[in-house]
Structures are given as structure tokens and as C-alpha cells.
């Protein structure tokens, strides 16, 4: 479903160029859940945008479900990215103006589902996160938990066929983000969905098909 192949990065930094991904390749399959570790600037993050498309590789290739994301210009991929992509973040990325409803609901907007039928598909995404009735409440009268609750639902309303998940537990406390495991890990099984989770948590690796590493900007099995 996921077919990451030798990709490399680098960015320079004043007369140095600092290379991050080194030949990085992995395949990911349909309905997998595989948790990226790695120490803090091994490169976690940029390849997560690398396969979002958001970052282009200096080389190599990232397909996703067919599609060659790497190959295609700056407007495709975020057409691309909106469609078939969903995204959790450490610290949730909501827009603080607008409410729980209309922070999910924005998604389906962005992809062309407008009207009664983008709200009922929102607030169906809340209920599934357990907070079908905080729908009206703002962004700063929520939890942290609660607030990444509503990035979960927003991550998954549009149904992607890949989740990624930079370090979702990351701003939570131990006990919020127990709680929020299970939500995190069943709702992309059932939607058949593609998790993709960079994390430090090792409960939360530990619950992944899978878990590779970043070493040295190559990415294999943890050992």
C-alpha cells in the first residue's frame, strides 16, 4: 500500500550539509499499523512529510496506493495529501476559532463535501471518538485529551487510506494517553486505514504490527 524507496534528504546548514535520510526504504501494507522510533533529529519527522508530500527527496520515491506522491507537482500532491491522507499531531494543530464540529467538518469542506451531508459526517466522527456532544464547544474549553479526540476525528471523517501520527501522545499525560491508545489504534482498523506513528511511547510501539528505526538516516527493524 506504502512502497518507500531510497529515499534521501539533506538540508544545509550555514557551509555544512546535514544529511537526514540516507537510502531509506520500508514496505507498509493495506491496514498495517507501524510505529517509527528513533532519537530526537534522527529524521522521524521529515520523512513523515517526505511521504505526505508536504517535503520533496533529494531522490528516491514514495508510492501510495499507486499513486507516485513523489513524482507529482506541488498542487496534485496537496489535492492529493487532502484526499487520501489524514494527519494527528503531537499538539493537535486545531484552529482555535472555530469549534470541535466545524475543526472536523473543515476536512470534508476542503475535499468538496459541503451542506447537511459534511456536518452529519462530522458529528458522526465525534461520536466515534466519544465527544458527540462537545460538537459546539471551542477549542480552548476542551482537554488536551479531548483536544486530540477531535484531531483523531478529523484525521479519519474523510476515510484516508493512510494515518500519520507525529508522536500523538506526545502532550498527554500518562494516564490521558492511555486512554486515548485504544481510539488511536481501532478506529483506522475499522475504517482498513494505514497508521503511520512516529513515537517515543514505547507502550504505544509496543501495541504496532510493527516497529522500525531510524538510525543514521536509514530506516530497518527495531532490534
Known sequence: MLSIEDLSRSFREGEQVHAVLRDASAVIGSGE????????????STLLNLISGIDQPDHGRIVLDGTEVSALAEPARTRFRRA???????????????????NV????????????????????????????????????AL??????????????????????ADEPTGNLDAATAGELLPLLLALPREQDATLLLVTHDETLAAAADRVLELVDGRLGPRA
Open 143 to 164: 482537554s488536551g485529551g479531548e483536544q486530540q479526540r477531535v484531531a483523531i476525528a478529523r484525521a479519519l471523517v474523510h476515510r484516508p487510506r493512510l494515518i500519520l
Open 84 to 102: 487520501h491522507i489524514g494527519f494527528v499531531y503531537q499538539f493537535f494543530n486545531l484552529i482555535p476559532t472555530l469549534d470541535a464540529l466545524e
Open 33 to 44: 499499523i507501524v510505529a517509527i522510533t528513533g532519537r530526537s533529529g534522527s529524521g522521524k
Open 105 to 140: 467538518r473543515l476536512v470534508l469542506e476542503l475535499n468538496g463535501v459541503s451542506g447537511a451531508t459534511a456536518a452529519g459526517r462530522a458529528r458522526a466522527a465525534l461520536e466515534a471518538v466519544g465527544l458527540g456532544a462537545r460538537g459546539a464547544s471551542r477549542v480552548e
